[in-house]
């Protein structure tokens, strides 16, 4: 449905050091720079999907939306884990610690935090089964 997200940030340097952290785990590989200021991760380079962050383009600080979150697939609850932990060493800070909510499906399993920069992000897994997911 959307090509490409972008969140704004207040110091490039170390939303680049965040990011490439918590892309790692999730096997999204930081994107050429094709604009001085912008970093972006992703597997298509040709394509423009991806995720984005950079400065604001007005100049203003970079702020956070108030009920704005993206969200990322994982391929297993110990990659979803391991995001979460990831982001928490990197200058993140927690927003939800990795598990399975009661307003959810029993097999949604999903960590939440925030970046440097304040914006929130998901990891999820949809096929969570607490008797072959070791590690809960």
């Known amino acids: 449905m959307d090509l490409y997200t972008t969140y704004g940030t207040n110091d490039l340097p170390r939303a ?3 990011y490439d ?4 785990v ?3 590989p930081r994107l050429p ?5 912008w970093a972006g991760w992703g597997t298509d380079p040709d ?6 962050v950079c400065r604001p ?6 702020s956070v939306g108030n009920g704005t979150m993206i969200a990322f697939p994982a391929q297993s609850a110990d990659q979803v884990r ?3 932990a990831t982001g928490l060493e990197n200058g993140g800070t927690d927003e939800g610690k990795p598990g399975v909510r009661p307003h959810y499906e029993p097999g949604f399993y999903v960590a939440y935090l925030r970046d440097p920069d304040g914006n929130k992000l998901s ?11 070791a590690g809960d």
């Not at 952290?21 to 790692?24: D, K």
């Not at 383009?57 to 970079?62: I, Q, R, V």
């Open 16 to 18: 680049i050091r965040f």
């Open 21 to 24: 952290a918590i892309f790692a």
């Open 26 to 28: 999730l096997e999204q």
């Open 33 to 37: 720079g094709w604009i001085d200021g």
């Open 47 to 52: 394509s423009g999907t991806g995720f984005w």
């Open 57 to 62: 383009f007005d100049e203003a600080p970079a």
């Open 82 to 84: 391991r995001f979460h």
């Open 123 to 133: 990891c999820f897994y949809y096929h969570y089964d607490p008797e072959n997911d």
